[in-house]
């Protein structure tokens, strides 16, 4: 509660007038001492929290991150992830992901776990072997070159970056990504995407 207080930009004082409750029960409530349910419900309602999700067991604890780590990493292709992910040899192998993308024009994108449960902000890597399809979505996208060189196409613009280099842009603009002129390929893109 109290991260989503800090998230909404107010105030104890602020959470409290707008709950009908003193501060006092704002700060009991943040620190998880016991206080009654109505006080709960209240200060949820204002933050637009639903009281029974809070009440869920955390499956990150009480940590305030997230991590990924090698053995999460899942890869999917960039515009029809929604078909679920790559075969089995594609998770483990960049050459059979290549493969895929010269046979099926597949775009890979591993969508990394590092995300907060309720966050906004997406973190992937794209591997691009040849131009992928264009796309838009809700939100802003920051684009990095984490190897390779890369032409990031936004509209009717191209944008080449070299390694260590980035872009950001508004996502609803028809945007794709494809390797520069005799890159080095894989070409690797972190993506951090931001919903609005």
Do not use: C
């Not at 949820?44 to 999460?72: F, I, K, S, T, W």
């Not at 078909?83 to 483990?92: C, K, M, R, T």
């Amino acid at each position: 509660m109290r991260r989503t207080r800090m998230q909404q930009q107010l105030s104890i004082r602020q959470l409290a007038e707008k709950a009908g409750i003193s501060k006092t029960s704002v700060v009991q409530v943040e620190s998880g001492r016991t206080s009654r349910r109505s006080t709960y419900l209240k200060v949820a309602q204002v933050l637009g929290l639903h009281l029974d999700r809070l009440l869920l067991e955390n499956p990150m604890g009480d940590r305030p991150y997230a991590v990924h780590h090698g053995e999460n990493d899942s890869w999917f292709d960039l515009v029809h992830f929604g078909d679920g992910p790559l075969p089995s040899a594609a998770q483990h192998s960049v050459e059979a992901r290549a493969a895929l993308s010269s046979r099926e024009g597949v775009a890979p994108l591993n969508i990394l776990a590092s995300r907060l449960e309720q966050g906004r902000i997406k973190p992937t890597i794209i591997e691009v072997f040849s131009r992928s399809e264009t796309r838009s979505h809700a939100g802003e996208e920051y684009v990095y070159v984490l190897e390779g060189k890369a032409v990031v196409y936004v509209g009717s613009d191209s944008v080449t970056l070299d390694q260590g280099e980035s872009i950001t842009f508004w996502s609803a603009e028809p945007h794709s990504y494809a390797p520069a002129e005799n890159a080095d390929l894989p070409v690797r893109l972190l993506s951090v995407r931001v919903d609005s």
